[in-house]
């Protein structure tokens, strides 16, 4: 079982930056494929960006390519979501999630292991 833990949000201005972080307990955090998840209010959640296991890959939804920068340390068992550009419209619970097998990295469903989510709000 891998637990995960966010940290790192908070309140933000728009066109201001914030870094979240997500810890694994795993020492076999290389294996998981990364990705980053995010959930507004009355939403559902959605893909904003994913990484490899080795970290030479990355993926980003559409409307934060540019802004946004996953990456991860595998000696820490760590991933990170560098947010730079922040729009009130990222405002959401956001969650980190590792996935064991498939291809997929954008659809929730084939993650297998999710954080309990933190909150980014950004105000305009």
């Known amino acids: 079982q891998v637990q995960l833990v966010e940290s790192g949000g908070g309140l933000v201005q728009a066109g201001g930056s914030l870094k979240l972080s997500c810890a694994a307990s795993?020492?076999?955090?290389?294996?998981?494929?990364m990705g980053w998840f995010r959930q507004a209010p009355g939403k559902e959640r959605e893909f904003v960006a994913a990484?490899?296991?080795?970290?030479?890959?990355?993926y980003y939804a559409d409307s934060v390519k540019g802004r946004f920068t996953i990456s991860r340390d595998n000696a820490k068992n760590t991933v990170y979501l560098q947010m730079n550009s922040l729009k009130p419209e990222d405002t959401a619970v956001y969650y980190c999630?590792?996935?064991?097998?498939?291809?997929?990295?954008?659809?929730?469903?084939?993650?297998?292991?999710w954080g309990q989510g933190t909150q980014v709000t950004v105000s305009s």
């Open positions: 990484i490899t296991r080795g970290g030479g890959t990355t």
């Open positions: 795993e020492r076999t955090f290389s294996s998981y494929a």
């Open positions: 999630a590792a996935r064991t097998k498939g291809d997929s990295y954008v659809s929730v469903a084939a993650y297998d292991y």
